[in-house]
């Protein structure tokens, strides 16, 4: 189903079945009213979350990506989320060269607890991403390739 | 594949903000979904019944439903499909509640954001597969760390339950803080008469093996089949031949070795029986105090004892326990109060802690149950307890409140009159803390009847005069500053995680938290289990606990192990990595990643390959990362099932 | 090696306290701490100012920051404990933002605030250490009894002073006993004098200080070592008041550290100003060399 | 014929009767081109030859030989290859035997081609450190340092970081001033937008041959890489620029912390792609936040295959 235009963006986000998703239910929970673009992927782990699904959901159009899990140390497997911070940092300047703005992709640590910081989160990074607008997309850009004669550059 | 798709209102919770018709109707539109309708509550009797006529009617062979959690309420849907025959994988539930009505207001955006939910939970179920839990061998044998008042109960139940218990102890003797107490509140009856008994009970049941002055060294393996090891510590006396009869305790010239069973008051011998009611009553040597050990002469003890137990050329020494289920009681430690250097720091003899002054209570004490000033042995008349010592204080990062404080102290001051008719005991507290039975009367008691003074505020600072201290602080509620002359102070120091718990959970493979008090498996629902199957919790190892908390949890993780070895396999959770062989290469990145050394290399027709040990995989998905030919799976969260709900929300 | 300081004296040592200042000076010149006067600095607004309004106390303060910050210099020191106070307050408030400008605006010039402060006495330890001082002592103190008096703000607040141990600090009676005092276990070491509240609530100095006279004096301390003006002042200008408030017959005299300092490193007397004491230090000079008699029984 | 080659065949014919095969390079059919030759005999050890011109990464078939005793003629850049494939396991270090070689920089034809205007060329020369070129037109004479291989820049050492055997003769460096603008360079200097559309024309023109994949070294999933495979199932077969750019974010996650920025990728594309760039944009963060480069030392780990409790480079966002 298509984004409702004007009214939202498309932002994915990819949670950590132990402290992020019950941090998300705690919010809701705790009725904390938040912006609806996201759409939660329940994963067991950080350490799970493959950059390249990250690449998959930009490349196939999203807006932007929020990754979070447990705090560092909190893991429910102990080590998930210490490879995830190394894999997601390197995948931030993948995405840079890429030439998708690596501010439309963020990740964080929320427990099962912290509903609030969870809509914290939510609010800030969705508002992030609507000041960014709606990201370059394929077809779309042909013509800025032209203009930047990036096609003879190299 | 045959998809039904159940849009629950949960009354007005998600109806009142999503229309659940229009996601139904949605639902219908997408790929393999030959059945969708909006349900009130799906969870319900009726609820479920329609799910299960609805599979039987359209023949369904998966099964989305839209409504709270799948925190809440996803097993109760497994098991739903079960009863009407599917495999309950082929299950996927859209959080539309949570993550949607209760956090938007707006209907239409609602609507539609329910719906992709639940386009995303039919494009995963597309890729869904039947899953099967394995079965394996459990070794019905439990092992409690810790022997205080919490490990005894949990052992002695295991025990009485059948279950072979392994009891390992840090110390040389079980009992823990409670065996170093004089009384228990609000009874007032004597701490070693009730618990003594249940000591020699450990000691003499058939079923409990006992390892005390023993800590675990590590421990390998998976709920049902641990492999321990525990390291014996050097006695330097042979256990079996030791009769305990104390000789040798006469006899030491080395007379000046710490007394930690009567918490530094006095001292004791090197070689030492810490109390007469110990279990196992055995000597040990402390190596540190022992001459023979230290100098190389001396071994009075060796040369008289009457049947030649002392062995100084003894070592540590390493064993190995297989048991199915471990019960952690490692109980807690005092908080180190010369950290308030306004009490003094440690410089005053006479500021004792209120576990040292159990100690000058306690008849079998270094003082007989004469309460003493360390300093001159004066008896004293004035005596200042202080309160929240390392409690309630983020200054010394102990933000919490050891719970049990208030009551020990109102203990302490009813019995200091008791010993002391003409005494008169000041009490500087920050609140009574005294919920729990009979509890809130005792406190009371220990004003109106026996006239402690209770003064509603904290210390500024103690200052030692001629033969006495000053005790300066705040009275709150008269607003005013006051002075207290003091024979002896007793701070009552709160209760912190027990030295070496942080170690030890990692050993365990469970979580602790900031403080290092040991993570419960829910802090409402699983207060005696962790998250690592197998494992469970029982005493102040878990958070501050007075004694009758602290023996219902030992009962509870008892019963937990009980009902977890009532059967004689464990189905393993089948939402574990697996090996495609034809796509592994051997390189055996997935084997050094894994957090729980659950893969193994192995040889297939003369080819190194990866092999999942199902029961040990816990199914994080760090391997699955891992290989870049994908050739490693997490079943039920593979490549294509995630990558299914990404194109799905990405369709570009 | 000698090392610049910005030196603050603060008011009183231009009045009641000049012994101090001229003994600091005294110590600090002998040591090879060298100070330069912050050329026309103004009072720092203790201890009234930050009682009224924080913005003006700071104000106060920073211009005498601003004046050092344009001298090539490690850092300012200060004898007096309260001007210390203000001092570092003011330079940590100063770390905020919005309060940093609103400062600059009012003393119309820019405020780094980022020099290191110190009091003297901090500066004395750290920099000499209390053995190094040792080898420099002409004149033992041997047979003196002195009681440390730090005064309630000398490591007070502990976050922001960073001196010492705040509930039982040993700088002075490491330095004393360096000198060749002998230095009695003293618990009112850092208990209020009463000072701020001299002139509105006597009464309450009579009794504050009476203690630490009198405690000290149970002790048998023949002098009582400060490192506060404000102290000094109380317990020494008035001890007779408080003897005749409390019935006591306290002839205690209250030295200033550098003063006792200046004496062991054999300095001038016109560098000790001895003569400014109230309470006459005769006797307890007298004690200085004397063979040492028993301790009275505490 | 150098004195370094004649040493170089010494050398390996003293070995060879204990190898089944040693891996050099040979002339291809023209000046201009080079092959890689698997010398089993004493024979084929005259074709032995090498050069700027010799530029493969021999490396690369090693994966393929385990098992078995292999000599290779190796240069500095191609050591950290081996390492990075003992360091994982994927050789043995006791079944190859490494002939160092210092090397003289190697030529990237296609910036010979550039410089002299695309003129067809019939051959191609190298001196001490120029290129004498001729062409249908005529003959020029370009500077060798204009012409290398971009990992020729940043070349850490012309010699072997591990060897068995290393030929004595050292020839002297060509790196003279700075290096021209690299890829990377270019790609810094644009606007993420451009970059994006750079990359869609870029893979525009990619005909999804594969060659990079089958030329690096590091791609070890042999014929299980996901590029083709349903299950999983990371790309579909369209060809679109989408799937395309996919294919390359795979391969340089894929070799993440692992890349020796050897340069096979880009070299064997036949589009001329600067597909090493994005690898070599990884490696600038890794070595920046893990302090940590590929084929270095035998004994670390890939920083990804490990990790910190505390990461001193990584600092916690939010959100805003």
Request: net charge neutral; charged share 20%.
């Amino acid at each position: 189903m298509p984004v409702l235009e004007g009214k939202e963006l498309r932002i994915v986000g990819f949670l950590c079945n132990w402290c992020s998703y019950g941090g998300a239910d705690t919010a809701g929970v705790g009725r904390f009213a938040q912006p609806t673009d996201l759409r939660v992927i329940k994963l067991p782990c950080t350490g799970r979350v493959n950059p390249l699904f990250v690449v998959r959901a930009f490349l196939n159009g999203a807006d932007g990506v929020l990754v979070s899990g447990c705090h560092p140390g909190d893991c429910h497997y102990t080590a998930g989320n210490f490879y995830a911070r190394r894999r997601l940092e390197v995948l931030r300047e993948l995405l840079d060269v890429m030439g998708i703005q690596p501010e439309r992709f963020h990740y964080t640590w929320v427990s099962a607890s912290e509903g609030q910081k969870w809509k914290q989160v939510v609010s800030d990074f969705t508002a992030r991403i609507h000041e960014l607008g709606p990201a370059t997309s394929f077809s779309s850009c042909a013509a800025v390739a032209v203009e930047t004669g990036m096609k003879t550059a190299i | 594949m045959n998809i039904g798709v159940f849009v629950c209102h949960c009354g007005s919770n998600i109806a009142g903000t999503v229309d659940t018709e229009k996601v139904a109707e949605a639902a219908r539109s997408f790929p393999d979904v030959a059945f969708a309708t909006d349900t009130m509550y799906a969870c319900s009797e009726p609820g479920q019944a329609g799910i299960i006529d609805a599979i039987k009617d359209y023949g369904l062979d998966g099964i989305v439903v839209a409504s709270c959690t799948p925190r809440m309420h996803e097993a109760t849907f497994r098991k739903t499909l079960e009863r009407a025959g599917l495999n309950k994988y082929l299950f996927e539930m859209a959080n539309i509640r949570e993550h949607v009505s209760w956090i938007g207001k707006d209907k239409e955006l609602n609507t539609n954001k329910a719906a992709e939910l639940v386009q995303m939970a039919v494009a995963k179920l597309r890729n869904n597969t039947e899953l099967h839990a394995g079965e394996f061998e459990i070794n019905k044998r439990v092992m409690v760390i810790g022997g205080g008042v919490a490990g005894i109960q949990a052992a002695l139940d295991c025990a009485d339950g059948g279950l072979q218990v392994i009891l390992v102890e840090r110390e040389s003797t079980i009992g823990g803080k409670m065996a170093k107490l004089d009384k228990t509140f609000p009874t007032v009856d004597c701490s070693s008469c009730i618990l003594g008994p249940r000591m020699v009970d450990v000691a003499q049941h058939p079923n409990i093996t006992l390892y005390a002055m023993s800590e675990v060294e590590s421990v390998n393996g998976f709920v049902g089949n641990f492999d321990v090891s525990i390291r014996k510590k050097a006695t330097y006396v042979d256990w079996e031949a030791c009769t305990g009869c104390g000789q040798c305790m006469e006899k030491c010239p080395s007379k000046k070795a710490e007394d930690r069973f009567n918490e530094g008051v006095g001292t004791t011998t090197a070689i030492n029986i810490p109390f007469p009611q110990a279990i196992p009553k055995k000597a040990v040597i402390n190596a540190n105090a022992c001459i023979m050990l230290s100098k190389g002469k001396c071994g009075a003890c060796a040369k008289l004892c009457p049947t030649q137990a002392i062995r100084f050329e003894q070592q540590d020494e390493i064993v190995q326990e297989q048991v199915g289920a471990i019960i952690a009681a490692t109980g807690y430690d005092l908080f180190d109060h010369t950290l308030y250097g306004e009490y003094g720091g440690g410089r005053y003899p006479d500021v004792i802690t209120s576990i040292q002054y159990e100690r000058l209570l306690s008849a079998s004490g270094p003082t007989g149950g004469h309460i003493k000033r360390p300093s001159d042995g004066r008896e004293p008349k004035n005596i200042v307890f202080i309160q929240c010592v390392g409690s309630r204080d983020p200054s010394v990062n102990r933000p919490y409140c050891s719970g049990f404080c208030c009551m020990y102290t109102a203990k302490q001051a009813i019995l200091t009159k008791d010993h002391i008719p003409d005494s008169q005991s000041h009490v500087f507290y920050m609140d009574i803390r005294s919920p729990g039975k009979l509890y809130d009367e005792f406190t009371r008691r220990a004003m109106e009847e026996y006239g402690a003074r209770y003064i509603r505020g904290r210390v500024s600072t103690i200052q030692p005069r001629d033969g006495y201290y000053v005790v300066k602080g705040a009275d709150t509620i008269m607003g005013s500053q006051v002075e207290v002359k003091a024979d002896l102070v007793v701070l009552a120091v709160g209760a912190e995680a027990s030295k070496g718990a942080g170690a030890l959970a990692e050993k365990l493979r469970i979580s602790y938290d900031g403080y290092g008090f040991f993570m419960e498996g829910h802090p409402k629902l699983k207060p005696v289990e962790t998250n690592t199957a197998g494992v469970y919790l029982a005493g102040s190892c878990q958070g501050p606990k007075d004694i009758p908390a602290s023996v219902a949890q030992g009962s509870a993780a008892a019963s937990k192990v009980q009902a977890l070895f009532s059967k004689d396999k464990l189905a393993s959770d089948p939402q574990v990595s697996s090996v495609a062989i034809q796509r592994c290469v051997g390189c055996a990145k997935c084997e050094s990643t894994c957090p729980f050394g659950a893969i193994e290399m192995t040889e297939f027709r003369g080819m190194p390959k990866a092999s999942v040990v199902e029961t040990v995989c816990q199914g994080c998905g760090v391997c699955a990362v891992t290989c870049p030919q994908g050739a490693i799976q997490l079943q039920h969260f593979t490549d294509n099932q995630i990558l299914a709900e990404v194109n799905a929300l990405c369709p570009y | 090696m000698t090392r610049q300081y910005a030196y603050y004296p603060g008011c009183s040592a231009m009045g009641s306290s000049i012994e101090y200042d001229i003994s600091t000076r005294a110590l600090c010149k002998s040591l090879g701490v060298e100070l330069v006067d912050i050329p026309d600095w103004n009072c720092c607004g203790s201890t009234p100012a930050h009682a009224s309004d924080h913005l003006l106390s700071a104000s106060l303060v920073a211009r005498n920051l601003a004046i050092a910050e344009s001298m090539d210099v490690e850092g300012i020191i200060t004898p007096c404990p309260s001007c210390l106070k203000n001092l570092k307050t003011t330079s940590l408030r100063m770390q905020r933002k919005g309060f940093h400008e609103k400062v600059e605006h009012i003393v119309e010039r820019p405020v780094r605030a980022d020099l290191p402060i110190r009091s003297v006495l901090q500066t004395v330890i750290e920099h000499c250490s209390p053995e190094a001082i040792a080898e420099h002592v002409s004149k033992p103190l041997k047979g003196l009894k002195v009681v440390p008096y730090y005064g309630c703000i000398m490591n007070r607040p502990p976050d922001v002073m960073t001196f010492d141990d705040p509930e039982n600090p040993t700088s002075l009676d490491r330095l004393m006993q360096a000198l060749g005092a002998e230095v009695l276990p003293f618990p009112h070491k850092v208990d209020c004098c009463g000072a701020s509240l001299g002139l509105v609530r006597r009464e309450l100095v009579t009794r504050l200080s009476g203690r630490i006279l009198d405690t000290a004096a149970s002790l048998g301390a023949d002098a009582i070592v400060t490192a506060c003006p404000m102290c000094q002042m109380n317990l020494d200008l008035r001890q007779n008041q408080i003897n005749r408030a409390n019935g006591t017959q306290h002839r205690m005299p209250i030295f200033y550290y550098t003063q006792l300092a200046g004496l062991a490193l054999g300095q001038h007397e016109s560098c000790l100003r001895m003569d400014k004491l109230c309470v006459s230090p005769a006797r307890a000079l007298q004690q200085v060399g004397a063979p040492a008699q028993e301790e009275p029984a505490r | 014929m150098s004195q370094h080659t004649l040493e170089l065949r010494k050398l390996i014919a003293e070995a060879l009767p204990g190898l089944d095969v040693v891996l050099a390079w040979t002339s291809g059919f023209s000046p201009m081109t080079s092959t890689p030759l698997f010398i089993a005999t004493d024979e084929d050890l005259d074709r032995l030859d090498f050069g700027p011109m010799h530029v493969q990464n021999l490396a690369a078939y090693l994966p393929s030989l385990k098992g078995r005793k292999v000599g290779i003629v190796t240069r500095g850049c191609d050591s950290r290859t081996i390492i990075e494939l003992l360091q994982e396991n994927l050789i043995n270090r006791d079944e190859i035997t490494i002939f160092g070689i210092s090397c003289t920089g190697a030529i990237n034809i296609r910036k010979v081609r550039e410089a002299v205007g695309g003129e067809k060329l019939r051959s191609v020369e190298t001196g001490k450190d120029i290129v004498s070129v001729t062409t249908d037109e005529g003959t020029h004479t370009v500077p060798l340092h204009n012409v290398l291989m971009d990992k020729c820049y940043s070349c850490q050492s012309q010699t072997p970081l591990i060897h068995d055997h290393m030929v004595t003769e050292r020839t002297g460096c060509h790196l003279t001033g700075e290096a021209p603008e690299s890829s990377l360079d270019r790609l810094d200097a644009m606007e993420p937008a451009a970059r994006f559309a750079f990359w869609e024309e870029s893979m525009d023109r990619c005909i999804r041959c594969y060659a990079c994949r089958n030329a690096c070294p590091l791609c070890v999933c042999k014929d299980s890489c996901v590029a083709q495979s349903r299950d999983p199932h990371w790309l579909d077969q369209s060809d679109t620029p989408r799937e395309k750019l996919m294919f390359q974010a795979i391969h340089a996650l894929h070799t993440a912390g692992r890349c020796t920025e050897c340069g096979e990728c880009e070299r064997a594309c036949p589009m001329g792609i600067p597909v090493l760039a994005m690898k070599q944009a990884l490696n600038r963060r890794i070595k920046h936040l893990f302090d940590y480069q590929a084929g270095m030392d035998e004994e670390s780990t890939p920083p990804l295959f490990m990790f910190r409790q505390q990461e001193e480079h990584i600092k916690e966002r939010d959100a805003r």
